[in-house]
């Protein structure tokens, strides 16, 4: 019994594709056919999907770079937002997302927003890994790369709880934003940013008030 799998591939560098295309049909198992289509941008693969579902011959299974050119219209500024719009139009495809970040906190909000079936940091990839990668997904998902598995075993260890703010005051820290410069980026007040500051600080334990032993602090931990 063949098993027909319409596959959308999203990556701006044609070598990339051709590599993770080469990879899937040399190791696909013999009773699986393969339908492979590739988008370079955002616009292009919008507009694959749509055709998906007027041609009602959705896609099975998406894999999505996370560092993609914004869409014409501005709409779409990375593969998040097409995780996102795919998660809406093709509900029962599965996202495997791949991409060079591999800070906590990105790693973190694309579980958060995206919850994807397979979740890859290409620094990590092999053929193998992602041969293997694909067959899980495909039949027991969810399918996470190492760097993802210890960021998630970090985070469930800490006792420590941060909410979304606190995590983002934390990336913008680790990003060298200066804290008179944070108010703006979360758009909230500057005494509510030292306010949250001085949380995190009795969250972590620092003794000296420094941020970079808040951050050093937070690095262990899997937080940045």
Known sequence: MTED???LMIDDHPMIIEGYQNTLLFTKKEHQNLEIDIANNCD????????????????NMLFVDISLPPSKDGAMTSGEDL??????????AKI????MF???????????????????????????ELAS????????P??????????????????????????????LLSQGV???????????????VEKRKKQLKELFSIQDGQDESLLQAAREKGFV
């Open 44 to 59: 292009q693969a919008v507009a694959l999907m749509d055709g998906s579902i007027q041609k009602e011959r959705p896609y």
């Open 142 to 171: 969810p399918f996470y790369s190492g760097t993802v598995n210890s960021f998630i075993r970090k985070s469930i260890t800490s006792d420590i709880v941060i909410d979304e703010k606190n995590r983002k005051i934390l990336h």
């Open 83 to 92: 995780a996102e719009y795919a998660r809406k139009v093709l509900p029962n």
């Open 102 to 128: 591999n800070e906590p906190f990105r790693i973190h909000n694309i579980i958060k927003t995206i919850d994807p079936e397979g979740f890859l940091i290409k620094s990590d990839l092999t053929s193998s």
């Open 96 to 99: 495997v997302i791949l991409t």
């Open 133 to 140: 990668a694909f067959q899980a997904v495909l039949n027991n």
């Open 5 to 7: 799998i319409k596959i």
């Open 178 to 192: 200066k804290t008179k410069n944070l108010a703006s980026h979360l758009d909230i007040s500057l005494s509510a």
